[in-house]
């Protein structure tokens, strides 16, 4: 008598694929609170209309993400990373620097900076640059920043940042 192979179906319920989506949160999302701690534009090289800003960022509890930035004293901001090719430190655009919840991100000589093109005074001689800035849930923070040569000297910077160089 032939032994009959045991058939075994397997019924895969492609419900128990879709993922459980969390549950309504009750509790209010504790919205982000942006500040501008630290920062500064530097001065445009002689004769040069491109330079950079580099900022140091919260959002508080559940931090957040810097989308863009402009200003009315240069045509257009973009958000830029360095990255290296080879023995080359490169530029490309990025689209966001996240900020990381209840700490701070710096946009630093180096790594990821905003690249200001068509400064309008290229020498910027009023000495500071106001640039609003864009989130990704919306909000938006305006500040002015110092102009200046070279990066402060961090050493020495106790306070917070005060607006001034
Ligand atoms: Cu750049």
Redesign the pocket.
């Known amino acids: 008598m032939p032994r009959h192979a045991l058939m075994v179906l397997v019924s895969v319920s492609f419900l128990t694929l879709i993922a459980c989506s969390p549950a309504d949160n009750t509790v209010p999302a504790e919205p982000a609170e942006y500040a501008v701690v630290d920062g500064w534009v530097r001065k445009p090289l002689g004769g040069r209309d491109v330079t950079?800003g580099f900022i140091t960022l919260t959002a508080g509890a559940p931090g957040g993400q810097l989308v863009a930035a402009e200003t009315a004293e240069a045509e257009h901001v973009?958000i830029?990373t360095v990255i290296k090719q080879g023995d080359v430190m490169r530029?490309r655009p990025i689209k966001a620097v996240d900020i990381p919840p209840a700490a701070a991100v710096s946009l630093a000589p180096g790594g990821d900076?905003l690249?200001i093109f068509g400064v309008k005074a290229k020498d910027l001689a009023d000495g500071e640059m106001a640039l609003t800035l864009a989130f990704a849930d919306g909000e938006t923070l305006s500040v002015t920043l110092p102009v200046r040569d070279t990066a402060p000297d961090l050493h020495n910077t106790h306070g917070g940042y005060n607006g001034h160089p």
């Open positions: 950079a973009e830029h530029m900076h690249m």
